[in-house]
């Protein structure tokens, strides 16, 4: 069975700095996708970033990017010169072979000025 | 900007009587989820439709629960008869392909209120 675990209930990060969030999962299938949604209070979730698991290189999109660690089995994410828009709730989601996409119970992210 | 539509935003029902979500994927998506998500928790997979077919509907509680996607567009979730325990936000999602690389794209969601 699939599964996302993130640690982290909530992070702190003063704007500017760099913040990352932890997500690690567990998989039996070599063939699999890893996601990060961010998900404002209002509710829509926005996709961030995917990284599939034969990709070599980290995925990057703008100022976030994913920090793929297969033998770990972790692939967090990595915010840099964080936002004040960028409070949210933050998933970590994993989709195996028929596309089944599998979250974790997320990360609060703060902001402070 | 192709985007999930979903009504009605916000639903305030009593507990036994039914409700209904309604979901409108981005066009020519032949992949559509309906996710359950409680208050402070991740995005619970509820039934995943490929085409007019059901691939996963594991966790749909089907006593109460039931979802159709009739003509492999557009999809409605009922619950009948609604429980204080289904107060959650119920998001829509869809995406292009069937394979473990594609991104879903999300709805608004619909905020359920069982009173």
């Known amino acids: 069975a699939q599964k996302i675990t993130q640690t982290q209930p909530g992070m702190f990060v003063q704007e500017k700095e760099a913040v990352t969030l932890d997500c690690t999962y567990d998989?039996?299938?070599?063939?699999?996708?890893l996601f990060w949604y961010k998900q404002p209070s209002s509710g829509e979730m926005i996709f961030l970033i995917y990284q599939g698991s034969y990709d070599e290189q980290n995925a990057t999109e703008g100022r976030y990017s994913l920090n793929f660690q297969k033998a770990r089995k972790s692939a967090n994410l990595v915010i840099s010169a964080s936002q004040l828009g960028d409070s949210a709730m933050y998933f970590c989601?994993?989709?195996?072979?028929?596309?089944?996409?599998?979250f974790g119970t997320g990360t609060r992210l703060l902001v402070s000025p | 900007e192709a985007e999930v539509a979903q009504s009605p935003r916000y639903k305030i029902t009593e507990k036994s009587q039914a409700v209904a979500f309604w979901c409108d994927p981005i066009?020519?998506?032949?992949?559509l989820y309906w996710y359950r998500q409680i208050l402070g928790q991740g995005p619970e997979l509820l039934v995943q439709f490929q085409d007019e077919s059901v691939v996963d509907d594991s966790q749909l509680p089907k006593d109460r629960f039931s979802a159709e996607r009739l003509k492999g567009v557009d999809s409605t979730l009922k619950i009948q008869p609604a429980e204080l325990g289904d107060s959650a936000m119920y998001l829509c999602?869809?995406?292009?392909?069937?394979?473990?690389?594609?991104?879903?794209?999300f709805g608004q969601g619909t905020r359920l209120t069982v009173v």
């Open positions: 999602a869809s995406s292009l392909a069937y394979s473990a690389g594609t991104e879903a794209f």
């Open positions: 998989t039996s299938d070599q063939s699999y996708g």
């Open positions: 066009s020519g998506h032949a992949t």
């Open positions: 989601a994993m989709s195996t072979g028929f596309q089944k996409l599998v």
